[in-house]
Nanobody, 120 residues
Framework: DLVESGGGLVKPGQSLRLSCARS???????ISWFRQAPGKDREFLGL????????VYADSVKGRFSISTNSDKSTIYLQMNNLNPEDTAVYYC????????????????WGRGTQVTVAS
């Protein structure tokens, strides 16, 4: 129901755009992007609201990452700029269920993730 793509190996300072293809039932009031690095908790990056396309970002990525959709909202994008090795992680999109938007347990549907590796 949610399928991420676009990950890969990039060099520090480069950009990458991830995509999240969704089915109709998987877009509640918001779709979010998370990431999880080895040995770390899953980290909220930001979300986009279904009703008006408004976005919210975590402080850790504000100004470098941006979230958008295509015209019919069937695909949600995560544009990542000026990447650094600390951005290396598996990136996930998820459809919000209930509860705080920055907590993984608030999400009902998850993709399988796409690996992003930033290395020189």
């Amino acid at each position: 129901d949610l399928v991420e793509s676009g990950g890969g190996l990039v060099k520090p300072g480069q950009s990458l755009r991830l995509s999240c293809a969704r089915s109709e039932r998987t877009f509640s009031w918001a779709i979010s992007w998370f990431r999880q690095a080895p040995g770390k908790d899953r980290e909220f990056l930001g979300l986009i609201k279904r009703v008006d396309g408004g976005t919210v970002y975590a402080d850790s990525v504000k100004g470098r990452f941006s979230i958008s959709t295509n015209s019919d909202k069937s695909t949600i994008y995560l544009q990542m700029n000026n990447l650094n090795p600390e951005d290396t992680a598996v990136y996930y999109c998820a459809s919000h269920g209930s509860g705080r938007a920055d907590i993984p347990s608030s999400y009902y549907f998850w993709g399988r993730g796409t690996q992003v590796t930033v290395a020189s």
